[in-house]
C-alpha cells in the first residue's frame, strides 16, 4: 500500500512537471499529453472544454499570443488519494510574461490548479481541472 | 443505474440547496452540514481548512461581518460522476450584499463552486470544495 502510494505521488508529480515544461515552451500538444481522452478543463475565466482534443485546440492560439513569452513554475502538488484510482491535487503557481486578452501585460500572476486525477494503467491523468487566479491581497 | 444516478442528482442538487439556504441566513452550523467530516474547503484566497469543525469555525465570523448581508442564489449544478459514490459538482453562482475583507462594499459578484461530492449511505456530502470569484471581463 505505502509502495502504491509512493508510486502514485511520483507518477502525479512527474505528469505535472512534464505539463510546466509543456507549457514553458508553449506547446499544445504536448500540453495536452497529461489530460485523459475525456478530461473537462475550466480555465481562470470559467470556461470549460471537453476532452483532450478540445484542450489542445484551446491552447493553441493562446500559445501564440496571451501566453507566448509566458514562464510558469509550480509549487510542491498537495495530494489526496480519494479512491483507489482517483486523487484530488492542488498545484500553486506563479506565471511571469502573459499579457491578458486585450494585449496589456498582466502583471505577475499567482493562482491555483485543482485537479481531480486518474490513475490508468500506473500513468496518472487530469480527468478534471479547474484553474483560478488568486486575488492579489490576502487575509492576515 | 438509471434510477441511482437520479437519485444521486437529487440528492446532489438538494445539498447544494440546503448549502444555498444555510449561506443566506448566515448559519455556519447548518452551512457545514453540507459537508463530509473530512472535507477539504480552499476559499476564493486560496486558503484551505480541513474538517468539516474547521469550515464551521471558519464561516462563523464571516457570517457576523463581510457576509451578514450577503444573498447567494446559484445555478442549476453541473454533475458528471466520477466513480460509483464520487461525483464532480460545478456550481455557478451569484452573490449581492458582501462587503471585501476591508469593509469595502464588494461589487456584485459571479464565482464558480467545483465540487468533489461522496455518497455516504444515499447522503451526498462535499468531501473537497474549491471555490473561485470569477473575473468581471470575459473573454469574447
Redesign the interface.
Known amino acids: 500500500m505505502i509502495r502504491e502510494l509512493i508510486a502514485a505521488e511520483r507518477s502525479i508529480q512527474m505528469a505535472i512537471e512534464r505539463m510546466v515544461r509543456a507549457w514553458n515552451i508553449h506547446d499544445p500538444g504536448a500540453y495536452s499529453l497529461v489530460f485523459a481522452e475525456d478530461a ?1 478543463f ?1 480555465n ?5 472544454f471537453h476532452g483532450k482534443q478540445a484542450i489542445e485546440a484551446q491552447h493553441a492560439p493562446i500559445f501564440l499570443t496571451m501566453f507566448k513569452s509566458s514562464h510558469l513554475s509550480t509549487e510542491q502538488p498537495k495530494i ?1 488519494l ?2 483507489e484510482n ?1 486523487a ?1 491535487v ?1 498545484v ?1 503557481w506563479y506565471m511571469t510574461g502573459a499579457t491578458d ?1 486585450v494585449g496589456n501585460a498582466w502583471p505577475d500572476r499567482k493562482g ?1 490548479m ?1 485537479l ?1 486525477m ?1 490513475n490508468e494503467d500506473g500513468n496518472w491523468l487530469i ?2 481541472m ?1 484553474n ?4 492579489a ?3 492576515n
Do not use: E, Y
Open positions: 473537462d475550466t481562470v475565466f470559467g470556461q470549460s489526496r480519494i479512491s482517483l484530488a492542488d500553486t486578452p491555483l485543482n481531480i486518474k480527468l478534471i479547474h483560478m487566479d488568486l486575488p491581497f490576502t487575509l
